[in-house]
């Protein structure tokens, strides 16, 4: 049994503090000093978080048992803000166009930048010039992005639409169709963030060692078995930690719907946050917007440990 | 390694008894000001520097407020918007919130039942304007016998449409329509002068929706829920009137245009840019569209909503509150500031001979706060005095409300309108959709909201 399992095995006792020789104090003293610098450092980062990350989910985790009209006391109600949202036949809807919006975000937004990364990795001229390119949406404010795109689907002069009819195709509803205006708003989604996706995955892809690909070129592969064989498997963690991400982003979709259809037609563009949105800050209602608010933060915290998880796993390797 | 981890669990409690120190409001400690002595009220919608001729005249009020009342400061604290409904709750929780601050009259009941404003109608009576104010606009601010606030701008809904149009699609201006089968015909005509006029707009989103499907309702004489407000009223003979009449000019005549799911801006927008017809809306509309969208006053005209003669027409307006935490003294200074620059004719908002002096518009007939009473008559002389618009635009208006009745905005206004978003942007995006299956849809979910104890 080497020393450390041996301090690590022995168990604590009460007072031991007091009989541990005045070396191990002045040691203590000694490391302290060494890393005060670094403790002031977390001490900031530490209440930065409790201000703005910490205390409003405490905060929002209280008021959703809570009815309270920030005047008086908060009145405890159990669950009857969960009850009563649960109760709202929006929140069906809410729940579907969310799990719908992220499924397809995932399909379009998750594969489309992948693509892009293994094709700008690819390519042998201009890589600067098209990186740049990509990543130009992300540099927009996402609410001048979103009413760039409100222009592009008008159903009159839209920019879509005409040019669907150069190819003789009959214009759509785009946002004004419950057919299409979940998968307008995923479009618009997957444009604004697709720089930094594809910028992951391009860096990802450069990590690789060039002589995996160079035997798999020796061994007669083409462009799609060295995808399949080498990038794939090399960057599976990466893949899978923002295929994560991505649901975790997803499932708070907000500012698509708030800017561009209101929630409709008819509820289709509803989504979770959107709906929290409307019962505290149009409604007034705070406990039920929290309790909606707890009831996402749950669900995402599934996928968050994953995500933990995963990044552990990769950090060992 | 103990005693690092204790040391780290310190830091973090004492970060965390930190927030809960720096959240923590100490308003409700403070002590009661002396009732002669020196009091500072914050009041809400001091107009922005953006707006420099209006904020000129609220400087001017307050240094000519303060004369008359040395112990009083009034604080203005600008913004615009004046109100953002979405940070109203932000600003009470937080201690922020102004001494009185400004309410849309659709917030005013919502705010009267969580208690988030002070009950002042042991104090109103200091107010001798009051007994003049009209009966139906002080109903608004109050429940039961008890009072919370006061009005500062008071209208009902009514069909504002571009004159300039009217006389290019060889339409009458000076005769706007008066009922929905004219509308009907006036939109087309505007429709047909080319691609992206629009004859008649309608919002369907943002709760926008419900909001404009009240209004059209309440002129066919209909309810958005029954009198004791507790069951939903809007699935009726007139809602589906309502719904109809959109979905013939949205399908049948195509004059509203393609565009839909509209929210407030997006109508504005368009009736500035010359290219929407016609709209429900109050004279407050001409006024924003002018000063924010880039439209001109002679352009524009309105009328009451079509069919509305003898019955309701929807009421919107704002005013004040006070904040639940304020003071007697600051409730008693409040009212003091709000009786002189919101109720006092020929006094601040009132005070026409200087907003014409700074090339302000005058002459819109909006706020109508008295109605007919001494004050009313003595406001509507003096505008007309200092004219700076096209009064005449706006006579078919004025014309009609001897005999409109105000009526209120129904109870949890919001959550009905919501409801009934879904029902505007089904009828004006789906050429299908089902007009007795949307209402009785609304009318289940609606039903539900008002059962919900809040």
Redesign the interface.
Known sequence: MSVTEERIRRP?VVGA?ESQPPDDHGA?RR??GRNLTA?GF??GA??CF??FS??PMIREVVLSFQ?N????PGVWVGFDNFK?VI????FRSAWLNTAVFSGMALVIGYAVPFVLAVVLNELKHAKAYLRFVVYLPVMLPPAVAVLLFKWFY????GLFNQALGVVNIP?L?W????NTALISLVIVSTWMNLGTGTLIYLAALQSIPGDLYESAELDGAGLFKRVRHVTIPQTRLILLVMLLLQIVATMQVFIEPYL????????ATVTVAYLMY?Y???????GGGSALGLMLMVVLLVFSTIYLRVSREEDAR | MTTTRRGLSLLLVAGLGLVAASCGSGDANKPAANADGPVTITVGCEPPKSNPKEREAWEADVATFHTAHPNITVQGKDAFPCINPDTFQAKLAGGTQEDLFYVYYTDVQKIIQKKQAADISQYVGSVKEVNDLRKDVMSTFKDGDKTYGLPRNNYNMGLVYNRKLFTQAGLDPANPPKTWTEVQDAAKKIAALGPGYVGFGEYSAGNTGGWHFAAELYARGGSMVSDDGKTAAFNSDEGKAVLENLKKMRWDDNSMGSKQLLQWADLMRMMGGGKLGMMIGAPDVVQSVNNDFKGKFEDYGVTAVPESDGKSSLSGGDGYMFNPKASPEKIKAGLLWLEFHELTPGKGQFDYARAKSQGRPVGLPIPDLYGTSAPGTQITALRKQYATVPVDNFTPYVDAQGNITNKLEPPKAQELYAVLDVAMSAVLTRKDADINKLLSDAESKANKILAKNT
């Open positions: 604590h503090t203590l490391a302290v403790y977390l001490c530490l209440i409790a201000l910490w205390y009815q009209n920030f005047v008086d009563s109760a709202d036949p929006a008008d159903p009159g002069n214009p509803g946002l004004d169709s419950t561009l259809t209101g929630g409709g037609p008819e509820n409307q505290a800050f149009n409604f007034g209602d705070f």
